[in-house]
Every structure is written in C-alpha cells, then in structure tokens.
C-alpha cells in the first residue's frame, strides 16, 4: 500500500489567481496521476506524471491551464492557473500499486474559487 | 460519450440488509474492474476487483460479479452495516482506469 499527503486540504480562492497543490507519497513510484472531481460527478483524469519527464495530459487538459512538476519519485505539484469558478473542484492525487491495478488516493484539495 | 455509467446515484437499505451497486461499461477493451469507498473528506480506497476472465470475486462480505457479455458488474454488500455509508466508485481499465459517476449507499440502522 501507499500513503499519500496532499496540501492544503482546502482552499479559497479568487478568480484569476494560481494554487500550487503539493502530493507526497511515502513510497518511491513510477507514475503519479492526478484527478479533478466537480461536485457531483466521477473522478476525471487531468495528466500522468512522470519523473524525469513532462507530465502527459488527457483531452480537455492543457499544460498552460495546469501545469505539473514531478522532480523525484515520491512528490509532485499540480498548479490550477489563471482560476474561473469553473474549477472548483476536489482535486486528488493518486498512485498506482505495483503487483495489482488498485490505486490509492490522497485526502484530495478541495479548491473553491470565487 | 461516458464509458462507465453508474445509474443509480443514490441507494439506501437496512442494516442486515444486502446492498447492491450496479455498474454498466460500453468499452469492450477494459479488461479489469475496480470498486472504491469513499467517505467525505477522504480519498477514494480500494475495495474489492476483479478481471475479465472471472465472473465472481469474494471478499468477507464483499462480492463482485462481472457479466461481460452484458458489459455490467455488480457490488454486493451481505450483510450491510451502517459503517458502509459512503460513496461507491466502479472503474474499468485498459491501460488507465476511467470512473463511474458513483452512488452514494446509505445504511439505516
């Protein structure tokens, strides 16, 4: 299994600014992933995170809106930039175990913008 | 065009009870199947899965049954206690998992 962090838990806001969402895990892994979930609705998969090279984005999601670090093997950085309330969110980060398809999740960010 | 589709938003049931959660799929590609509980403020956590060359899957009182030639899959929780209240996720994976929309059990003592 995996412990994963996520900071801040929660946030507030306003429209036009940036957040930096910070996930640590407790173990050394390949792929990290990061999810929005919109109040109501399933986990959605922004990118895949690599160490070493660039983050690979699912259709809708584009580098510029949320850019992602990944500089070693157990921590990454999400950025929501440029806000609309359109992104308010819970937004979770995830790693996937090694021998099984089971992933586990961090706590999530729950980000509002105003 | 949503691949995973949860139908049921909402399930209450009694204590004792059995609680089943439905899933359906369209993607006949996925070759493996995921539950997760989430309790509010927490991550989502794995529950029970299984693989598309199984048609059942036990775990205490957690069992998944997987119908591929109708694309569904199903959670059953026996007996039901009121500690299970949460939302239940289904996920389907070829290559990376995709998310039904979830469906919030409650359990009434």
């Known amino acids: 299994s995996a412990v994963i962090s996520q900071k801040p838990s929660r946030d507030i806001c306003q429209r036009g600014t940036s957040l930096t969402i910070q996930c640590q895990v407790d173990s050394q892994v390949t792929m990290m992933f990061w999810y929005r979930q919109q109040p109501g609705q399933s986990l959605t998969l922004i990118a895949t995170?690599?160490?070493?090279?660039?983050?690979?984005?699912e259709s809708g999601f584009v580098i510029d809106k949320f850019p992602i670090s990944r500089p070693n093997l157990t921590f990454s950085t999400l950025t929501v930039s440029n806000m609309s309330p359109e992104d308010s969110s819970i937004y979770l980060c995830?790693?996937?175990?090694?021998?099984?398809?089971?992933?586990?999740f961090g706590p999530g960010t729950r980000l509002t913008v105003t | 065009d949503q691949q995973v589709k949860q139908n049921s938003p909402s399930l209450s049931v009694q204590e004792g009870r059995i609680s089943i959660l439905n899933c359906d799929y369209t993607?006949?590609?996925?070759?493996?199947f995921l539950w997760y509980k989430k309790y509010p403020a927490e991550g989502p956590t794995f529950l029970i899965s299984i693989s598309s060359i199984k048609d059942k899957n036990e775990d205490g009182r957690f069992t998944v049954f997987l119908n591929k030639s109708a694309k569904h899959l199903s959670l059953h929780i026996v007996p039901s206690q009121p500690g299970d209240s949460a939302v239940y996720f289904c996920a389907a994976k070829a290559g990376k998992s995709t998310f039904g929309d979830g469906t919030t059990l409650t359990v009434k003592p």
């Open positions: 995170a690599n160490q070493g090279s660039e983050a690979t984005y």
């Open positions: 995830s790693v996937e175990s090694g021998g099984t398809y089971e992933q586990y």
């Open positions: 993607n006949s590609m996925f070759d493996y």
